[in-house]
């Protein structure tokens, strides 16, 4: 019998093995997202630029050795936006790909394009010594069992350890009452709320780490 609660989840460090798990997970729990319209060789490789950056935090939940969801962040917003630009090459392809398959979402690409060529990975410009939460995504068919808390959990445990002063995220802002909840149990604050690339409403979320 499956597991059908958080008691039986395991969290870990993704290796290069989860790559393909998790660009699976992200587009079954993210349809119709820029990100999932690019492709799941786009996200394998996005996510393998956040596993081999060397302030990357990426992990992945387990239940009986499938992978269910995923959490991804980084030290460093600026320095990630330049090992992005140094993995064009290999991403290039995938977005025209993207592009091509789905025209409306190229404002929407070259404006987020924009911003990581000025080393910026989201609207908001919080400090780069703190660590970005940059994505969690938990299967649909696990989702309310309590393993986006359980990786909500390992994500600031993971940002406590880079020696970080806080850990910050930015999620949308309607129609997200569950997500934001959760982060909201978890101790992030909210400190803004801003429009983002699409004009999507933004919520921008910190955490500080104390002693």
Request: proline residues 5%.
């Amino acid at each position: 019998m499956a597991a059908r609660g958080s008691d039986m989840v395991a969290v870990r460090r993704a290796t290069e093995r989860d790559l393909g798990r998790l660009a699976d997970v992200h587009t079954a729990a993210f349809p119709g997202f820029v990100l999932t319209m690019l492709g799941k060789g786009f996200l394998r490789r996005y996510y393998e630029t956040i596993l081999r950056y060397p302030a990357g935090i990426l992990l992945v939940a387990e239940i009986d050795g499938a992978a269910v969801g995923f959490a991804a962040g980084y030290l460093d917003a600026r320095q990630f936006s330049s090992a992005l630009k140094r993995r064009l090459p290999t991403l290039a392809p995938h977005i025209i790909a993207g592009i091509l398959t789905h025209p409306r979402i190229f404002g929407v690409v070259l404006q987020n394009a924009m911003g990581v060529f000025r080393g910026r990975t989201s609207a908001y410009e919080p400090p780069d010594d703190e660590v970005e939460f940059a994505s969690l995504g938990v299967h649909p068919d696990w989702q309310g069992r309590g393993i986006g808390r359980r990786l909500i959990v390992a994500m600031v445990e993971a940002a406590r350890q880079t020696g970080a002063p806080a850990i910050h995220l930015t999620t949308d802002a309607e129609a997200n009452d569950r997500t934001n909840r959760l982060y909201q149990a978890a101790g992030f604050v909210q400190e803004a709320r801003f429009d983002a690339t699409g004009k999507r409403s933004r919520y921008h979320y910190r955490l500080p780490f104390h002693g």
